[in-house]
């Protein structure tokens, strides 16, 4: 089975509306990374989060390692934000691979 | 700031030929990735290069080779591509943190 499991697979929202992304790892894992895939198809790194909180802006990241999974809140929601949202987990090999969730596909509407 | 940098950004070809993408990065890095990202958005890791030195090999086609000059250049070749070769590509540059940054990928379509 799949080691990293997102969730929701698609999400729609009006603008200014809060978004929660989920991310399970079915492993153990070293850390885990949140991705934000352009609709071009480049990818920015969003977060580097071996445990605990971090906020930038708007984006919210959450990671329990120990219950194998993390969050990704996005608060006032905002039409640039639509794409696909990824999360990717290192596991314990120590080898720097990551694997790679199905992704959620964000869409902002006005 | 782009940091990593692919080209082409698109590719199209026809069954059989050769191609070759190129990436580099600027951040000092000593380790750099080529991923394969399928139709359904999963990004598969294909090759992985410590300072030239192949560390980790996935089971991919031999079609597929990585070539390098140095440590902040890592090339992709496929000899004789094939249409389940049509993917985007992308390249990541590895620091000391972990933190992959990407390269804005190269589609290629193989008719």
């Known amino acids: 089975g799949q080691q990293v499991q997102q969730s929701p697979a698609s999400l729609v929202l009006q603008e200014g509306e809060n978004a929660e992304l989920q991310c399970n790892f079915s492993t153990s894992l070293n850390s885990m990374q949140w991705f934000y895939q352009r609709p071009e198809g480049s990818l920015v790194s969003l977060f580097y989060n071996p445990s605990g909180t971090k906020q930038s802006g708007r984006l919210t990241s959450t990671t329990v390692i120990k219950e194998r999974r993390s969050s990704l809140h996005i608060s006032s929601s905002q039409i640039t934000d639509s794409g696909t949202y990824l999360c990717a987990m290192e596991p314990p090999s120590g080898s720097w691979q990551l694997i790679f969730g199905s992704g959620t596909q964000l869409t902002v509407m006005p | 700031e782009t940091a990593v940098f692919q080209t082409p950004n698109y590719h199209v070809t026809q069954v059989g030929n050769e191609v070759s993408f190129n990436c580099k990065q600027t951040?000092?890095?000593?380790?750099m990735y080529w991923y394969k990202q399928d139709s359904k958005k999963l990004l598969k890791i294909m090759f992985s290069y410590n300072n030239k030195q192949l560390i980790v090999n996935e089971t991919v086609p031999r079609r597929f080779s990585p070539q390098s000059s140095d440590k902040a250049h890592l090339n992709l070749r496929i000899k004789s591509v094939e249409p389940e070769d049509s993917a985007v590509y992308l390249c990541?540059?590895?620091?000391?943190?972990?933190?992959?940054?990407f390269g804005p990928g190269t589609r290629l379509t193989v008719l």
């Open positions: 951040l000092g890095h000593d380790t």
């Open positions: 990541a540059s590895v620091g000391q943190g972990y933190e992959q940054y």
